[in-house]
């Protein structure tokens, strides 16, 4: 089992989502790069850049609203601190379940199993990710996420991997990966066998799984995340991704957990 993170600040305050486009600026991926993830003087340009994550993260769980599937947000601290290791060269929004449907778990698990479902790394859940030389949008299910991995897990066992196959197909330019290995696996060309090989590797409780699209940025070469419309292709990516959240997600309406 892999070590949890430390606890993050308590009195951290999730911004206000921000009015007009979000668009990113130069400054939000310089303050992820060395030396100036450490740098407490940056944490205002990590702030604005937070902002802007959260305010998009407020948008997206307004479109899967749309689409009959409520999610909560949340963003990550800008700030250097134990919690992210005095460095932060990452920040992201979360969309994760809500607390009613925690609630809901809670009653089928039990107080003691059903508290780890309070991080939110420890749910699947859609994210928009920035760092100093790429934009992320990805569904992900943590190495300590035991409840959807085995919701997963157990839907696979039952169905097989054709209906995972299906949905996965339709993510173009999105890939599948597993935990930090090097490997990857495009969605739209992915086949039985290697969805197979895939699921041999992957263990619920030591890996993560991810299904992500990256867009590099890279300094010197990032005029294209940096102008208008970008946020409307990130929301739009997101929202394709909607159909797999539910596949893989334990929720009433895919309860491979507790229904026989």
């Not at 951290?12 to 400054?27: H, K, L, N, W, Y």
């Not at 601190?81 to 039990?110: C, I, Q, S």
């Not at 990805?138 to 959807?148: C, E, M, T, V």
């Not at 039985?192 to 991810?210: D, N, V």
Request: hydrophobic content about 40%; aromatic content about 8%; overall charge positive.
């Amino acid at each position: 089992m892999t070590q949890p993170p430390p606890s993050p600040p308590e009195k951290d305050v999730e911004p206000r989502a921000q009015t007009g486009e979000v668009v990113f600026a130069e400054a939000d991926f310089r303050s992820l790069a060395d030396p100036l993830c450490r740098d407490p003087q940056w944490n205002g340009a990590r702030l604005a850049a937070r902002t802007k994550l959260a305010t998009l993260g407020k948008r997206a769980a307004q479109r899967c609203q749309d689409l009959g599937l409520a999610l909560d947000t949340r963003s990550s601290i800008h700030n250097p601190h134990p919690f992210n290791h005095m460095r932060v060269t990452r920040l992201w929004t979360y969309l994760m379940r809500r607390k009613a449907d925690k609630t809901k778990l809670r009653k089928e698990l039990g107080p003691d199993l059903a508290k780890d479902l309070d991080a939110a790394y420890r749910n699947a859940y859609l994210c928009v990710a920035l760092e100093a030389d790429a934009i992320e949008v990805s569904l992900r299910i943590h190495a300590d996420a035991w409840i959807d991995a085995t919701n997963l897990t157990r839907r696979v066992q039952r169905e097989g991997t054709k209906p995972l196959l299906r949905v996965l197909q339709e993510l173009g330019g999105f890939h599948l990966r597993l935990h930090d290995w090097k490997g990857e696996w495009p969605c739209s060309s992915i086949e039985t066998s290697r969805l197979e090989e895939f699921l041999r590797f992957w263990k619920p409780g030591e890996h993560r799984f991810a299904v992500e699209r990256r867009w590099p940025a890279p300094a010197g070469a990032r005029a294209h995340v940096l102008g208008t419309g970008v946020e409307a292709e990130l929301l739009r990516e997101l929202e394709r991704l909607v159909p797999l959240y539910r596949h893989v997600a334990w929720s009433v309406d895919s309860d491979y957990l507790f229904a026989t």
